[in-house]
């Protein structure tokens, strides 16, 4: 059965204050792992998609990797904007549906 | 583009009523999907369409659940009758030649 685990729960960071969040996985076959951030009030929004072992994907402070058991997703000098939750998803090879996690839930102070 | 639409954005209603969430996919994608997100079990998926066929609904808790997908530009989900349990926010999402889902920004459902 897939399962996604995603730690912290919850993250409270300085402004500029480096940090990663991890999720960990265990799927029969990846086809893909996904990171998405997700606003009060809003629905999820696609950030990337790593498919191999060895991958890593940039978009301004977030960096996110893969390995063949985990995720992290790094964030360099966080600002408040950053702050959201963040979930990872999963999708099993041959199959079209995500599993997600529970999230992890980022505060950025000023 | 104009994304995924979902309407209504928020629907209070009472126990035993009937209640249809709508969906309006990104044009051109061929994958929807269903979701309910709530505290405690975080985001599930319901039940997914490819070109307007149901292919999983495991997710889909009872028969008080039903979605349809009459064409490629529109997709419900009823729930009749309506129990307090059914509150969370309801997302549809969808999805093309990549396997990125885009998501709606959800119906939240309160059942009183």
């Known amino acids: 059965e897939d399962q996604v685990t995603q730690s912290p729960e919850a993250l409270r960071l300085q402004e500029g204050e480096s940090s990663s969040l991890n999720c960990s996985y265990t799927?029969?076959?990846?086809?893909?792992l996904f990171w998405y951030r997700q606003d009060p009030g809003k629905g999820p929004e696609f950030l990337f998609t790593?498919?191999?072992a060895g991958e890593e994907k940039e978009k301004e402070r977030l960096k996110a990797t893969l390995t063949k058991k985990e995720s992290f997703l790094h964030i360099t000098a966080p600002k408040p904007e950053d702050s959201a939750t963040y979930l990872c998803?999963?999708?099993?090879?041959?199959?079209?549906?995500?599993?997600f996690g529970t999230g992890t839930r980022l505060t950025v102070i000023p | 583009d104009a994304g995924v639409i979902q309407s209504p954005r928020h629907e209070v209603t009472e126990m035993g009523q009937e209640v249809t969430l709508r969906c309006k996919p990104i044009?051109?994608?061929?994958?929807l999907f269903w979701y309910r997100q709530t505290m405690m079990r975080g985001l599930e998926l319901l039940i997914y369409?490819?070109?307007?066929?149901?292919?999983?609904d495991s997710g889909m808790p009872e028969d008080r659940f039903s979605a349809k997908m009459p064409n490629a530009s529109f997709s419900t989900l009823k729930i009749q009758p309506s129990e307090p349990r059914d509150s969370a926010v309801y997302f549809c999402?969808?999805?093309?030649?990549?396997?990125?889902?885009?998501f709606g920004p959800g119906t939240r459902l309160t059942v009183l």
């Open positions: 999402a969808s999805s093309g030649l990549t396997y990125e889902q885009f």
């Open positions: 998803a999963v999708q099993a090879a041959g199959a079209n549906n995500l599993f």
């Open positions: 790593l498919y191999s």
């Open positions: 369409f490819n070109n307007n066929v149901p292919i999983d």
């Open positions: 799927v029969s076959g990846l086809r893909g």
């Open positions: 044009s051109g994608h061929d994958y």
